[in-house]
């Protein structure tokens, strides 16, 4: 892989753009990435891509790879198409004849990324960790809590045959640092930081009086714990008796899963005074609109390995506040401590309790902070503050040295 020889990658993903949050906003970051390195990339998806993904990867320089489907199949796509069948699904004369790097994804394609390398000897795998299922799963009820015994020691187990693994995050970094220790042989295990998307960097967010939004993004069935939308929404209730303006807005609502998402969260507001808004599923361009529209943007996870939309927040410009129990909230102390980020942004880590007996009481610590920012008095001065912390988030150039690493790995080149 030196000289004038073409290098070729594959990043094995079911989409391109972002709809669905952190692991394909850092799959197309990665894509990006090795397209200024001068790799030619290939990157596989499980639906004709939407005009806007394709416009990306035309914009990118990347080609997306579709799987092959019977005209008289009307079975829905999915992940098992990538990991088991894709000698079937994307077969050799829809594939690169050569391909040198092989790109997978921990918990959704790291499998498929390892079944096809098996069609490419020579490539290097390299895996990217987005969670910690001790962590996550056990929010997500018993089976998963149960499942993610067997989930870390597969990545485990895993990681030893990639040519290297990559941790979004110093939290996800930290945790497999540990668990490689297992091994005989050393892991090439290296830290990854994400770079909020460009969009998110260019976005002008004006300050509106008026009606006060909300916004939180992410899906609500089977990780409202997980993900904290239950501390939210209880929080957003009692914010609305001190805020009668004061509006919850959720994107990220699966179409069959919005009369239970919206029966969960009306479950937890324990007011009849506030309707919450569902959003379906957006796109970068839609996220940045709500930003946009928006007043606050909260993260309340109890457990987020890492915290792509408080990120790509900060970037926008928009108040935020963020879950202590982030890697984000990581990122941005230890931002504090080298001196890039005031450190007047430690008012916008939030205490987040883990139990579900904690809920009354984290709903409350929420709720004081929301009604803080959100109060007229108050308000102005806060988007001044969030203007300031963008521009000292996007002039730490925190994410250059791990970007670098990425592509010395990949390619072999410094």
């Known amino acids: 892989m030196a000289g004038s020889i073409v290098i070729t990658a594959l990043l094995v993903n079911d989409e391109y753009g972002s709809s669905k949050g952190g692991i394909s906003t850092v799959n197309r970051e990665l894509a990006r990435l090795l397209r200024k390195g001068k790799v030619d990339v290939y990157c596989t998806v499980l639906y004709p891509p939407p005009k806007e993904d394709q416009d990306c990867a035309d914009r990118d320089g990347v080609k997306l790879l579709t799987p092959f489907r019977d005209p008289e199949d009307s079975r829905e796509p999915c992940i098992e198409w990538l990991?088991?069948?894709?000698?079937?699904?994307?077969?050799?004369?829809?594939?690169?004849?050569?391909?040198d790097i092989i790109v997978g994804h921990f918990p959704i394609t790291n499998q498929a990324?390892?079944?096809?390398?098996?069609r490419y000897p020579d490539a290097k795998t390299i895996l990217c960790n987005h969670v910690i299922p001790f962590d996550t799963d056990h929010f997500k009820g018993d089976a998963a809590a149960i499942a993610a015994v067997s989930k870390e020691k597969r990545l485990t187990k895993e990681a030893?045959?990639?040519?290297?693994?990559?941790?979004?995050?110093?939290?996800?970094?930290?945790?497999?640092?540990?668990?490689?220790?297992?091994?005989?042989?050393?892991?090439?295990?290296?830290?990854?930081?994400?770079?909020?998307?460009?969009?998110?960097?260019?976005?002008?967010?004006?300050?509106?009086?008026?009606?006060?939004?909300?916004?939180?993004?992410?899906?609500?069935?089977?990780?409202?714990?997980?993900?904290?939308?239950?501390?939210?929404?209880?929080?957003?209730?009692?914010?609305?008796?001190?805020?009668?303006?004061a509006?919850?807005?959720?994107?990220?609502?699966?179409?069959?899963?919005?009369?239970?998402?919206?029966?969960?969260?009306?479950d937890n507001l324990d007011s009849g005074k506030l309707v919450p808004t569902l959003?379906?599923?957006?796109?970068?361009?839609?996220?940045?609109?709500?930003?946009?529209?928006?007043?606050?943007?909260?993260?309340?996870?109890?457990?987020?390995?890492?915290?792509?939309?408080?990120?790509?927040?900060?970037?926008?410009?928009?108040?935020?506040?963020?879950?202590d129990q982030s890697g984000l909230a990581d990122l941005m102390r230890e931002l504090m401590e080298k001196g890039k980020v005031s450190a007047d942004f430690r008012h916008k880590i939030v205490s987040t309790g883990l139990r579900d007996s904690d809920l009354e009481q984290a709903a409350q610590v929420w709720a004081d902070k929301i009604v803080d920012i959100l109060d007229d008095m108050n308000l102005k001065s806060e988007f001044k503050k969030a203007a300031g912390f963008k521009k000292e988030l996007l002039e730490s150039k925190y994410w250059e040295e791990s970007h670098k690493t990425f592509l010395e790995v990949c390619c072999g080149r410094k």
């Open 83 to 99: 990991t088991y069948d894709h000698p079937t699904r994307y077969p050799n004369r829809m594939m690169p004849e050569q391909v």
């Open 160 to 245: 030893k045959d990639a040519h290297a693994v990559f941790s979004v995050g110093n939290r996800i970094h930290g945790h497999y640092d540990n668990q490689y220790r297992v091994h005989d042989t050393p892991i090439s295990h290296h830290l990854y930081l994400p770079q909020p998307s460009e969009n998110f960097a260019n976005t002008n967010v004006k300050y509106g009086a008026g009606e006060k939004v909300v916004l939180t993004v992410g899906r609500v069935t089977r990780v409202e714990r997980l993900k904290g939308l239950d501390i939210a929404a209880k929080a957003m209730g009692m914010v609305k008796e001190k805020i009668p303006n």
């Open 279 to 323: 959003l379906p599923y957006g796109t970068e361009r839609e996220i940045i609109q709500d930003i946009r529209q928006a007043h606050l943007v909260l993260m309340p996870s109890r457990a987020e390995p890492f915290g792509m939309v408080g990120l790509e927040a900060i970037a926008a410009g928009i108040p935020v506040l963020i879950s």
């Open 247 to 266: 509006r919850l807005r959720v994107r990220g609502i699966a179409v069959d899963d919005y009369a239970r998402s919206k029966n969960i969260l009306e």
């Open 113 to 118: 990324a390892n079944n096809i390398s098996e």
